[in-house]
C-alpha cells in the first residue's frame, strides 16, 4: 500500500489521541510530554492539522464541554485513524529494526 | 480604550475563513487564553506568526472547506477506479463492430484505438493494485497521447467528439486519481453491486451498438442516448454519491451522446467519418459544457463569497 509517511507533529496528535478523547489544549500538552518537550505545537498548527485530520476522518468530534465559560470540544480517533496509525507504527517499527541490526553490525566490526 | 488579550487574539483569527472561525474560533480563543500566562496582554511573537501561517494553511485549501468536500472527494475516488474499467468495457466490445465490417478505414479506426486502450489498460491495472500515484502518472501519459494524437490527426481545427470524449474521459481521471484518495477508498466505499451496475451500463451499451448498429444505426443510437440519458438521470435521482458521480462522468458522457446524436458531416477528405461537427455546430458543442462549467465556478464563487462575507459581519 502506497500511504505517505505521517509528518511528526500528525503523528504525535494521533498518537497523543490513542489515549483516548482529549480537547485542544490536552493534545498539546500531551504531544509536549511524548516528546519529551521537543515539539511543542501552537494553535495554529493545531488547529490546521486537526481540521485536515478530520477532512481525512481519521478524527471525529467526541463530545463538547463548556468549562468557565469556554467551549471544549474533544476529539477521538475514527477506526480509519486507528488503522492509520498503527500502520505509520508498523513502517516505523520495520525501519528501525533495519537500523538497529546494522548498528548492532557496524559495533561488532568496530 | 481597554483592549483585552482576548480581543487581540481574536483580531488574529479574523485572518481565518469565516468557515473555519465559526467552527473553531471559540475552541482555539479557549486553547490561547489557557495557554497565555498570568498578567500577559499582547499575542507573543511566535503565537502571532502560527496563528498567521495556519491561516494561511487553512486558506491555501480552499477545496475542503466545505461540507461536500468529502463526499465529492469520494465520489472523485469512486471515478477514478470505475472510468478505466468502464472504458475499456465499453471501447473493447465496440471495436468489435468496427472490425466486423470489415472495411480499411473502420479497421484502422479500431486499430487506432487499440493503441489508446492499451494506455487505458495500464492505467485500469495501475489502479485495481490500489497504486494512485503511478496510475495518475499513466493517466497523465495517456492525456498528452490523446492530446497528441488528437492534434497530430486532426489539426485541431477538426476537433470532434470521439476525440473531446478520449481527452475529457482521460483528464478527468488524471484528476480524479490526484484530487482524491483514490482506489483504495473506492474499493472500501464499494460492493459488489456497484461494479455490476458500472460495468453493465458500457457493456449493455456496447453490445447494443455492436449488433443493433450495423443494421439499425437510428435504432441503436436512440438506443444508447437514452440508456446513457436515463442511466445519468437515475444516478442525479439516487445517492448524494452517486448524485455527485453522476455529475463528473456528465462531461465525457455528454460526448459520447454528442457523438452519436450529431451525424458525420461530408467534409471529404480521410477523415470524413470522424470530424462530424463543422463549423459553428462544431464550436458551440465542443465550448458548451466548458462555458455551463465556467458559468457553475462564476456563480459557486460569487455565493461563496458572500457567504464568507456574511459570516465576517455575523462574527
Redesign the interface.
Known amino acids: 500500500?502506497?500511504q505517505r509517511p505521517l509528518q511528526e507533529p500528525t503523528f504525535l496528535i494521533l498518537t497523543a489521541l490513542a489515549a483516548g478523547a482529549q480537547?485542544?489544549?490536552g493534545i498539546?500538552t500531551d504531544v509536549t510530554n511524548i516528546s519529551g518537550g521537543r515539539v511543542k505545537l501552537?494553535?495554529?498548527?493545531?488547529?490546521?492539522a486537526l481540521?485536515?485530520l478530520a477532512?481525512?476522518?481519521l478524527i471525529e468530534v467526541d463530545r463538547e464541554e463548556i468549562?468557565d465559560t469556554?467551549?471544549?470540544?474533544y476529539y477521538r480517533l475514527t477506526p480509519p485513524g486507528v488503522q492509520r496509525l498503527a500502520a505509520e507504527v508498523e513502517r516505523m517499527r520495520a525501519h528501525t529494526a533495519v537500523a538497529a541490526r546494522r548498528l548492532d553490525l557496524l559495533g561488532g566490526l568496530a | 480604550m481597554n483592549t483585552t488579550l482576548e480581543d487581540r487574539y481574536r483580531r488574529l483569527l479574523a485572518m481565518y475563513p469565516a468557515g473555519?472561525r465559526r467552527k473553531?474560533q471559540?475552541?482555539?480563543?479557549?486553547?490561547?487564553?489557557?495557554?497565555a500566562h498570568a498578567g500577559q496582554r499582547r499575542p507573543g511573537l511566535?503565537?502571532t506568526a502560527?496563528?498567521?501561517?495556519?491561516?494561511l494553511?487553512?486558506r491555501l485549501?480552499p477545496a475542503?472547506r466545505g461540507a461536500a468536500?468529502?463526499l465529492w472527494r469520494d465520489a472523485l475516488a469512486v471515478v477514478s477506479l470505475l472510468l478505466p474499467l468502464i472504458v475499456l468495457a465499453y471501447f473493447t466490445l465496440l471495436n468489435v463492430a468496427l472490425l466486423r465490417v470489415g472495411s480499411p478505414l473502420f479497421d484502422a479506426l479500431a486499430r487506432s484505438d487499440a493503441k489508446t486502450l492499451g494506455g487505458w489498460l495500464i492505467v485500469a491495472v495501475l489502479v485495481l493494485l490500489?497504486?494512485?500515484?503511478s496510475a495518475a502518472a499513466a493517466a497523465a501519459a495517456l492525456l498528452i497521447w490523446v492530446a497528441y494524437l488528437t492534434s497530430d490527426a486532426l489539426n485541431w481545427s477538426y476537433i470532434d467528439a470521439p476525440s473531446m470524449l478520449a481527452l475529457t474521459a482521460s483528464g478527468l481521471e488524471v484528476v480524479a486519481l490526484v484530487a482524491s484518495?483514490g482506489p483504495?477508498r473506492a474499493m472500501e466505499i464499494m460492493n459488489w453491486k456497484h461494479y455490476a451496475f458500472a460495468l453493465a451500463i458500457p457493456l449493455g451499451l456496447a453490445a447494443v451498438f455492436n449488433w443493433v448498429w450495423l443494421d439499425h444505426p437510428a435504432v441503436s443510437d436512440t438506443i444508447m442516448v437514452t440508456a446513457c440519458g436515463a442511466t445519468l438521470a437515475g444516478m442525479l435521482l439516487a445517492s448524494a454519491l452517486s448524485k455527485r458521480v453522476a455529475t463528473l462522468l456528465a462531461l465525457p458522457a455528454y460526448y459520447l451522446i454528442v457523438e452519436l446524436v450529431v451525424p458525420p458531416s461530408s467534409i471529404g477528405g480521410p477523415y470524413e467519418f470522424t470530424s462530424g461537427w463543422v463549423g459553428p455546430l462544431r464550436i458551440t458543442l465542443t465550448v458548451l459544457p466548458f462555458a455551463v462549467l465556467l458559468c457553475v465556478a462564476l456563480v459557486a464563487t460569487l455565493r461563496s463569497a458572500r457567504h464568507a462575507e456574511a459570516g465576517s459581519r455575523e462574527a
Do not use: F, K
Not at chain 2, 502560527?50 to 491561516?55: E, K, Q
Open positions: 500500500m502506497s480537547h485542544g489544549y498539546m501552537r494553535a495554529g498548527t493545531l488547529y490546521a481540521d485536515r477532512d481525512e476522518r468549562v469556554r467551549l471544549r470540544r | 473555519h473553531h471559540d475552541e482555539m480563543l479557549g486553547v490561547l487564553m489557557t495557554g511566535a503565537d502560527n496563528l498567521v501561517w495556519g491561516a494553511l487553512i485549501r475542503r468536500w468529502p490500489r497504486l494512485r500515484r484518495p483504495a
